[in-house]
């Protein structure tokens, strides 16, 4: 093992996922240059160990006691204005950067286009992975580029918006073919002529007596919402939307409204029909409920929270609860948003 590597053992990640599951990671680096990856890849030992790449925690379940893999824990730093297109401004980020800090950074550089991604929780590393989006807007709307370590063959490479292959919540990162990337930065490409983005009516409301609002007027009424609706991490541990809505057939979806004429749905450009996740765990009756330690917010029942103490397999006993109900009732089988490890 190369000496200047800073791999510790038996690590706790209680402050390292926002659920605050007290599980302990026998092997932990905390990566700070890209050469911690090259050294890791480099050593026959450590690259033969399954690997959790972390960021900030925010959308990850663990559900064991102890994390078997090697984890990989994002902490590149910076960010900057990096160039400029005729119709954009560029701007990178490290994939340690806290993603609600950087939006506040591009914000306070007079730039608008990712204000209505402002409080999501996590790091810029991990935005594209997932693919984040809130109230209308999606990374991908506002992606230029990222930079990666392939552990594959041990090289670093930039990729395009074609190469990630963004979909809804979903990038190739999340699969087989994206498995040994690793994102170091990530640069956006934010608009020079702005328009606000109002598509969300709970949204538009919040500034409808503003005549032309700011990116930071959208951005403060953004994080208004959030903080009525969604709880603190830090006071409650949560990962957000514990669940992605459900896209079904068309005609499933005119089958359910026949017997529940009250399904929130909205119609997607292929014809299907994109359900919301939330509305069904409440006709379930789980908003509010717990079960043991673990329970549904009871301000919004896409989020499962941990009381105090919960294990990682007693909030994924409640969401599989709530995954069997749903399915009962509707035919549909939610999909979990955070990573199971």
């Known amino acids: 093992m190369p000496a200047d590597l800073p791999l510790s053992h038996d690590v706790s990640l209680a402050a390292f996922n926002t659920f605050r599951i007290p599980a302990r990671a026998r092997r932990y680096v905390r990566v700070t240059d890209p050469g911690h990856l090259a050294a890791v890849a480099a ?85 594209p992975i997932q693919n984040i989006g809130a109230y209308g807007a999606e990374v991908k709307d506002c992606f230029h580029a990222l930079t990666v370590f392939d552990f594959a063959d041990g090289t670093t490479r930039t990729m395009d918006a074609a190469a990630c292959r963004f979909g809804y919540r979903d990038s190739v990162f999340k699969h087989p073919e994206g498995a040994s990337l690793v994102v ?45 609706k969604l709880p603190d ?60 330690r673990a329970g549904v917010y009871p301000k919004q029942a896409l989020v499962l929270v941990n009381n105090g103490g919960a294990t990682g397999a007693e909030i994924l006993a409640l969401a599989r609860a709530i995954q069997d109900d749903v399915e009962a009732r509707f035919g549909v089988r939610l999909e979990p948003e955070p990573v199971l490890v």
């Not at 068309?250 to 299907?272: F, I, K, N």
Request: net charge negative; hydrophobic share 45%.
């Open 233 to 292: 991490p830090a006071e409650i541990g949560n990962a957000g939307s514990f669940f992605k809505n459900p896209v079904v057939p068309r005609e499933h979806c005119v089958r359910l409204l026949d017997t529940w004429p009250d399904l929130v749905h909205h119609a997607q450009p292929d014809g299907s029909e994109k359900l919301a996740a939330g509305w069904l765990i409440d006709r379930c009756g789980w908003k509010g409920r717990n079960l043991g």
């Open 43 to 127: 050593d026959p030992a450590l690259a033969a160990l399954p690997r959790l790449v972390l960021g900030g925690g925010s959308n990850l379940l663990i559900a064991h006691d102890e994390v078997e893999a090697l984890v990989l824990h994002m902490a590149l730093a910076g960010k900057e204005i990096v160039g400029t297109t005729d119709d954009a401004v560029l701007v990178r980020a490290r994939a340690g950067e806290n993603w609600h800090a950087f939006v506040e950074w591009t914000l306070a550089q007079g730039l608008g286009g990712l204000e209505n991604m402002a409080l999501i929780p996590g790091t810029v590393g991990a935005s």
């Open 184 to 228: 170091l930065d990530v640069t956006f490409a934010l608009p020079r002529a702005w328009t606000p983005n109002l598509r969300y009516a709970e949204l538009a409301q919040a500034v409808q007596g503003i005549a032309v609002p700011t990116p930071r007027q959208v951005a403060d009424a953004v994080i208004a919402i959030r903080r009525r």
